[in-house]
Structure formats: C-alpha cells, structure tokens
C-alpha cells in the first residue's frame, strides 16, 4: 500500500483514517475524496477531490491521475438514515461499491471496504457471534451489507482483486460524529455528559451491541490492509469487537470520571428495532489468528480518553466562538 485512494473522507472514519494515512504513508500518497467540501484539516492539509461515488468515470479519472494502488471505499447511509430512505440506501450503497469494486478490477487495486454488525439478522446467534453463520439482516442496511460482502468475496475469487473487510461494531470517537447510526447514544451520551451531566439514551437499558473506540477502529484497517494475503482464510469481512455493552455500562463507566452524571431513557422505537436485530456480542477470533487484531482501548480506558479529549475540544470550540 503506497498511493491510497480514499471515499467519503469526511465521515466519521474517514476523517480519522485520513489524517492517520497521511502520517504513515506521506501527505502526497493520500488522496482525499468526498462528496462535499467542508471547512476541515482533512480537506485542506493534503490532496483533496471532491467525488460523488455514483459517479464511476470521476472515480477511475482520479484513481488513474494520481496512479493508487489502493481503494478505500468509506461513502455509504448508516443504519438509520438507511432505513429511513430504503431506496437512497441501495443506490448509494451498493452502486458506490459496485463502481469502487470495477475502478479496483480495472486498474487492478487492493480494495478495503467496511462492512458491520448490522449484516446479522436476528436469526443469526446472538451471543459470540461466530465468523460464518446464519446472515439474514431485516434492516436495509444489512442487506447492503451482506449483498456487499458477498460481492467483495465475489470480485476477489472471480477477478483476483484483492478485497479485505472489516465488520465494524459502533465506533465511538470525539472527533466527528456519525451520521446516523444505531450505536450512536453510545457516541451522544459522552457529549450530553459533559454539556448538561445528563443523557437520555434512545436504545434500551439491557441492549448490548459490541463497540470499539475509533483508534482501534483505524489500526485495523491499516493492519488488515497490511495483512500477509497467504495469512487470510477470510476476506470479507471479519467479525472485530473491543466490548460489549448496554447504556447502563457505558453510563457506570462514565460514572468512574462523573460521578453525578445521570441516564435516563427516551427510547426511539425505530433504532431500537434496529438494535435488538443485531448481535449481542461477536466472536473476533478469526480476525486475530489471520491478521494478529488486537484492540487496545476496553471500556474504562475508551471512557477516560474520550471524556478528556472531548472535554478539550469543547473548550477550543467554546473559545473560538
Ligand atoms: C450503525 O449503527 O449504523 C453503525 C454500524 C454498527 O454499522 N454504527
């Protein structure tokens, strides 16, 4: 992995993946894409292109301009937003990837893409969730997703393109937020914490979901990326977790730092649904024996961090004001 082509940079990974890349691959290797162009470190520190992932001859003109080796395709609907706008979700979802899946055959790149938790369905074991069983997802999205995988697997046994994946958990992060998620009280109650000591969850006392704090989240893109290709039984995509956990663990362990934050419940009956859907907790055993994963952040350390980085950003914020 030299030169890297990256969509949706402006997500919630993506801005994260983007500036990390940057440092370990060089400014001029990483190739910066998004839809929109916003006011942001990841659009003005390096090369940055504007690119709406519908658009496949845009994707394969700056694939070629600056000569990748590598594709990461970012730009998808979450869960919610995705079953909120069905038809969108396909589209975008899965035209996206089919166009990003043809620039890596045609141009003959390694190809990285996310797939999720949300690619289960409740048919599938909910707890310890193993590699390969039972997919049958009742959420747009998760169709995405299996249908994504699938045609991941499809192009890397019937081309030879060299996709690798990843089925993300709720990832929880101070920098930007996601754009509607099922997992993102998780993200919503360290703010509401430190704005009013108070957060009302939409997902239920008692829902576990696996999770994982962004910097885990971005050290196994890069080491699956990285990945000696003879070491992978599995491709797209590997079952990674750090923690599973309901809103009153993630309210305890805010808690430790807080001791008079509160939680209360608002529960939204649609991303609940979504939730009790999913798994409870995912077997990542696959992941470390093929490609060595290995989160470093558990819940308390995730805690800590996140309450101290965010705490300073919204003091930066308030000041520039
Ligand atoms: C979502 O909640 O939609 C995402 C995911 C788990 O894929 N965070």
Known sequence: MKKILI???LGQIGSELTTRLREDYGTDNVIATDIRKIDSPVCDEGIFEILDVTDKQKMQDLAEKYEVDTLIHLAALLSAVAEAKPQLAWDLNMGGLMNALEVARELNLKFFTPSSIGCFGPGTPSENTPQ????????????????????CDYYHAKFGVDTRGVRFPGLISYKTLPGGGTTDYAVDIYYEALKKGHY??????GTFMDMMYMPDAIDAIVQLLEADPSRLVHRNAFNITAMSVDPEQVAASIQKVMPDFTLGYD???VRQKIADSWPDSLDATCAKNEWGFAPKYDLDRMTQDMLEKLSKKMQNTSMAN
């Open 7 to 9: 969509t949706g940079c």
């Open 132 to 151: 390969d069983t039972l997919q049958r997802p009742t959420t747009m999205y998760g169709v995405t997703k299996v249908a994504g995988e699938l045609l």
């Open 200 to 205: 009302d969850s939409f997902i239920e006392k």
């Open 267 to 269: 529960v939204d009956p």
